[in-house]
């Protein structure tokens, strides 16, 4: 019975650990950057270079005369301006497990989105929040801007 016991528990530690592991997986990275631009995640700023990786709750800023390109795991492409404040609020890209959303919120700024896998599979699972509403992605591409 103790064997069971330990058994199931280094199974339990090992599924949190894949569990913890796949949470913290990168969902994207820099592709590009001119200019001055962070990407700030769980508190962290970096300042952005291509390969900088973006997580789940990432923010990405650029500042004035900077622009910044990155690609998702679904080849999802977000090309941001100047002056550009976007947090990637949900991201779920597992398809085979059904497992598709992409929720993001641009504070300001001007935003290039070209659609990947998830548009592509599930469309009505993509939105961009914006101070005036909600973008829903139907197409494969949009440019939106946001004034302060």
Do not use: C, H
Request: proline residues 4%; without cysteine; glycine residues 10%.
């Amino acid at each position: 019975m103790v064997l069971r016991y330990r058994s199931w528990l280094a199974a339990a530690s090992l599924l949190t650990a894949f569990q913890t592991a796949w949470a913290e997986a990168p969902i994207g990275y820099v592709k590009n950057v001119r200019g001055t631009a962070t990407v700030l995640t769980a508190g962290k700023s970096l300042q952005a270079e291509p390969g900088t990786q973006i997580f789940q709750g990432s923010q990405i800023r650029t500042g004035a005369g900077a622009s910044l390109g990155v690609t998702f795991k679904d080849n999802t492409v977000m090309s941001f301006g100047p002056d550009t404040d976007l947090t990637v609020d949900d991201y779920l890209y597992n398809p085979n497990q059904g497992q598709i959303k992409f929720a993001s919120r641009l504070a300001k700024g001007t935003l290039n989105y070209v659609s990947g896998a998830i548009a592509r599979i599930k469309p009505e699972s993509v939105e961009v929040r914006t101070p005036a509403g909600i973008i829903g992605v139907r197409g494969t591409q949009f440019l939106a801007k946001v004034e302060e």
